[in-house]
Structure formats: structure tokens, C-alpha cells
């Protein structure tokens, strides 16, 4: 059974950081990109960061770029996000996601809230 679970959310005032962490078990992990996704009120789904298999190659949105870190570790089966100097508008909740590199698989965790507020 895949399982993809997200840890770290939590409320946090403008300015400061939060790092989330997503536990995985029921697949390959080394073998998948993963990503992190969020979706703010009213908003859809977006794609925040991703990570290739190894690590090597990360890409960002635009609105993260130079504040928000991801990184894996393949021995423990664990994708984070560190994310710093957070705005209110990284409000949302954050989607930890596993896609095969020719998108066969495609895997979801629940969610973790993220709320930026004074």
C-alpha cells in the first residue's frame, strides 16, 4: 500500500520558517521525482518544487525561488521542504507527490496546512 505522508505544517508569523517532511513507503522512492505541491483558498493546485530521483536537479516556482529548499533523503524514504522567509501568500495546504518519470504512477499525500499570519 503506497503511503505518502505529510508532517510540519503549522501557523507561522510573516518572515519566519517552516520545514516539512513527507514519509513514504509502498514504492520505489529512488526511483521517483517527487514534488511538492500546494493549493491556496481559491486557488488551484500548484506545483511548488520538484526533485529528481537522485537528487540532483531541482527546480522551483518562480514565487519560491531563493526562499524555499527541497531536498530527499533515498535511505530513509523522506522528501522535505524548507521554507523561509514566508509570505502570507504561501498560505495553503501542502501536497507531498511521487510521479514516475513516464507518469504512469502518481502518488498523493493528504496534505499539511501552512498558514502565514500575523
Known amino acids: 500500500q503506497v503511503q505518502l505522508v505529510e508532517s510540519g505544517g503549522g501557523l507561522v508569523h510573516p518572515g519566519g520558517s517552516l520545514r516539512l517532511s513527507c514519509a513514504t513507503s509502498?514504492?520505489?522512492?529512488?526511483?521517483?521525482?517527487m514534488g511538492w505541491y500546494r493549493q491556496g483558498p481559491g486557488k488551484e493546485r500548484e506545483l511548488v518544487a520538484v526533485i529528481s530521483s537522485g537528487g540532483s536537479n531541482t527546480n522551483y516556482a518562480d514565487s519560491v525561488k531563493g526562499r524555499f529548499t527541497i531536498s530527499r533523503d533515498n535511505a530513509k524514504k523522506t522528501v522535505s521542504l524548507q521554507m523561509s522567509s514566508l509570505k502570507p501568500e504561501d498560505t495553503a495546504v501542502y501536497y507531498c507527490?511521487?510521479?514516475?518519470?513516464?507518469?504512469?504512477?502518481?502518488?498523493w499525500g493528504q496534505g499539511t496546512q501552512v498558514t502565514v499570519s500575523s
Open positions: 509502498g514504492f520505489t522512492f529512488s526511483t521517483f521525482p
Open positions: 507527490n511521487a510521479r514516475s518519470y513516464d507518469g504512469t504512477f502518481v502518488y
